[in-house]
């Protein structure tokens, strides 16, 4: 997927044909679906609108003006290419462009006012819509979902999650997905399909269209979706080269530098960023144009004035891993600094930058890390006592404080009200929890309750956790990566917290 310092894990086989498709949780294969994609859509699972919670009080608003909207993340944003090789495949759009709300972590809510085309000026999504219809949507990790692509099949551009608010999915009848592949040249045939994980099964569907740009699909159900292609050669993609400066070490003229490689995707910036964010050491992003073209081949970096850099070179490869790759470079002198990248066997510069003093100044303004203290714990309390609690195995480090005995372990009260605050993301919740497929169709099958299917899924989480672990904390452990997990939820689990340690 970028730049790899490591080989892609095993990957699973490929099936053709129809045939029993193993779940996401048991790692198995895709199956191409040659059945037509129906004009009609349905929502996966079969759950009613009713259950979709109803998050920052939306209730089918209009799409908010600029000063209703959350502040986006740069690394939600899609960067549009700028390639002179296939600027004329890269047709103009003339597409409505709309600015979606962030209404919780990374889900973006916008809001369709009729039947017409739109696209979305943070992801590059573009919606064909029948009626008016509130949409929300989140990128996903491919390193998620990579492990069903083997072989010849290969990722084309980011995965997302995509749902309907309070109305049925058939009234989104396309979605047109952006791609990193470079067709410039007219006698590449290139076959995009997409990767659709239905019914917690991954399925390979058909597109109806590509453009130089973006890929078409038609709606069949909605579910985490990415587009993807088929190829034993290698493919060109539109790159993108993100810079990272250390902060902390510039005091002492010492300059430390991370550079990354990945396509120009967001599901692979997101993944970059969020290595970046969960460093032992802290970074900002050095703002610098990142777009360049980049083969399945070797790079190496130089710098001027000459640097220490490590590795020497790398293979950019579009093999998915957690552990990205990444050139770092130091420098014992203060900027200035010109960084190139260079292809090794032509020893062509594919992309080059100019790092100057202002580019390394951290503007941002820090914000006070909101600290829980322990009503229980007196501010008279020893050291020793302190040192006892840590010895019993209770982690302080996430500021939610020491808890003077041992947890006995969620209600199920608590799960029940845990699950009233799910919406239609609650079997990616399951997921997160550990249950297989199968597990999770005997549950839906045992009840038609929805609330109580979501209710014995996290009961089964319990049932499976060992004495001791099957708290309100590590329930949250759990969940808080998953990217569709609700405020609401996110809001009960923190005061579920915060009331154990007031008792």
Not at 40 to 58: H, Q, R, T
Not at 121 to 142: H, K, N, Q
Not at 247 to 264: C, D, K, M, V
Not at 267 to 284: A, F
């Amino acid at each position: 997927m970028v730049a790899e310092m490591e080989s892609c894990g095993a990957a699973c086989h490929l099936e053709n044909g129809h045939g029993d498709i193993p779940t996401l949780h048991e790692k198995g294969s895709l199956t191409e679906s040659d059945d037509g994609v129906s004009g009609c859509a349905e929502k996966d699972g079969g759950e009613g609108d009713a259950e979709e919670p109803d998050i920052e009080g939306s209730n089918n608003e209009s799409n908010p003006g600029p000063e209703a909207e959350v502040s986006i993340a740069k690394d939600e944003m899609h960067l549009k290419s700028c390639c002179e090789k296939c600027k004329a495949a890269q047709q103009s759009h003339d597409h409505e462009q709309v600015t979606p709300r962030k209404i919780s972590k990374g889900r973006l809510q916008v809001q369709l006012e009729g039947e017409g085309t739109y696209e979305c000026s943070v992801t590059g999504l573009v919606f064909e819509v029948s009626e008016p219809v509130l949409i929300r949507y989140s990128v996903l990790s491919w390193s998620k979902f990579g492990m069903f692509l083997r072989d010849s099949w290969k990722f084309a551009g980011p995965i997302f999650n995509v749902d309907t608010v309070n109305k049925d999915a058939s009234v989104l009848k396309s979605i047109q997905f952006p791609h990193s592949l470079c067709l410039a040249d007219p006698d590449t045939e290139m076959t995009f399909s997409v990767l659709h994980i239905k019914d917690n099964r991954p399925i390979i569907e058909p597109t109806v269209d590509h453009s130089g740009s973006h890929v078409k699909w038609c709606v069949s159900s909605l579910s985490p979706v990415g587009p993807i292609i088929q190829t034993n050669q290698p493919v060109e993609h539109h790159g993108v080269v993100l810079v990272y400066k250390e902060l902390g070490n510039s005091s002492n003229n010492n300059y430390s530098f991370r550079i990354y490689l990945a396509t120009n995707n967001s599901s692979d910036v997101k993944d970059i960023s969020k290595e970046v964010r969960s460093s032992k050491k802290r970074y900002m992003k050095v703002e610098k144009p990142p777009t360049c073209k980049l083969d399945e081949r070797r790079y190496r970096l130089t710098s001027e004035p000459e640097g220490e850099i490590n590795p020497e070179d790398l293979a950019f490869t579009l093999a998915i891993t957690k552990l990205k790759g990444y050139y770092e470079a130091f420098f014992e002198q203060p900027p200035p600094f010109k960084l190139s990248l260079i292809e090794t066997d032509s020893d062509q510069t594919v992309w080059s930058a100019t790092i100057r003093e202002g580019d390394c100044v951290d503007n941002t303004v820090e914000k006070p890390k909101k600290r829980i203290e322990s009503r229980k714990r007196s501010s008279s309390a020893s050291e020793e006592e302190l040192t006892n609690k840590k010895r019993r195995g209770l982690d302080e480090s996430d500021g939610l404080g020491a808890l003077t005995s041992p947890d006995p372990g969620v209600t199920e009260k608590q799960l029940l009200r845990v699950a009233k605050q799910m919406g239609k993301e609650w079997k990616q919740a399951a997921i997160y929890l550990g249950l297989s497929s199968s597990k999770l169709d005997d549950i839906q099958a045992a009840d038609k309750d929805v609330t109580m299917q979501k209710f014995k899924m996290l009961v089964d989480w319990k049932s499976r956790r060992q004495p001791g672990e099957a708290t309100v904390h590590h329930l949250w452990t759990c969940l808080e990566e998953m990217e569709d997990l609700p405020n609401q939820v996110h809001h009960i689990l923190k005061d579920m917290m915060d009331n154990s340690l007031a008792k």
